[in-house]
């Protein structure tokens, strides 16, 4: 592959294509960006633990949250699944949903229109579920990429069973924010235990935000990987995973 074409599919997932598009003048590469930019999956995140998986034809959301908490709470009529980590308002918003859309708010295994979801039982705190009840782990199979979504994860570390039941995974949707979940040197931690290609932030302090919790900075510092800079949306597929590192991505929002 041609120099140029390579730092084009470099920047593929940080840029949006329309915006560099029509500065590429030579045509076999723009051929093969498009179908690239065709093959790929687009991730939106809305803030707090809520992204959008939006592929050719299906789209999931996770986690809607409902405007109290000073976002703007995302629109849900173009989801085909919606996944709800536990039943918290700031987590299980599902005004506005399709009433065709597929539901998952607990453990077990689901598939729809090719998406298979297995939900797995976990803690909201330390003591069992005492304190803040139960929470669910997302491990997601779309597009040839396994996802896992940790939701309000609140235990000390992963159980052996968890980590069997969740394996080998590409994209980790991981809170850092502590308070109310783990925080950043708990969050390592679970990184540990998972090993994923790539690791992706979330459920922390954004300007909006009118929830006390912890920003992103002690995290990015306590890792120690330079972030990859997305803004809130980031277009990824499978040949584009790392293969010999892990990557840290971060939504700009």
Known sequence: MPNEARVIFAV???????????????????????VWYNLSMNINYY?????????KNMSIMIDPFSKEIGLR?????????????HN???HHNLEGK??????????GEYEKGGVQIEGIVSYHDENEG???????????RFEGIKFCH??????????????????????????????????????????????PKMIVPMHYKTKDLKLDIEGPDKFIKEIGIKPEKVGTSWRINEKGLPIDETK???FIT
């Open 150 to 195: 940790l939701g309000d994860f609140g235990e000390k570390e992963l159980s052996h069973e968890q980590i069997e039941s969740i394996g080998d995974i590409d994209v980790l949707f991981i809170p850092v924010g502590g308070k109310c979940t783990i925080d950043a040197q708990k969050a390592l931690k679970i990184i540990n235990q998972i090993s």
């Open 47 to 55: 803030g707090y633990s809520c992204f959008r998986l939006e592929g």
């Open 12 to 34: 593929c997932s940080s840029f949006e294509f329309t915006k560099f598009k029509n500065i590429i003048k030579n045509k076999a590469i723009e051929l093969l960006v498009v």
């Open 248 to 250: 840290l991505v971060m």
């Open 88 to 90: 918290h308002d700031d």
């Open 130 to 140: 005492k304190d803040r009840g139960l929470n669910t782990i997302y491990v997601i």
């Open 98 to 107: 399709s009433d065709d859309a597929f539901l998952v708010s607990g453990p």
């Open 73 to 85: 709470a995302p629109r849900l009529g173009k989801d085909n699944i919606l996944l709800t980590t």
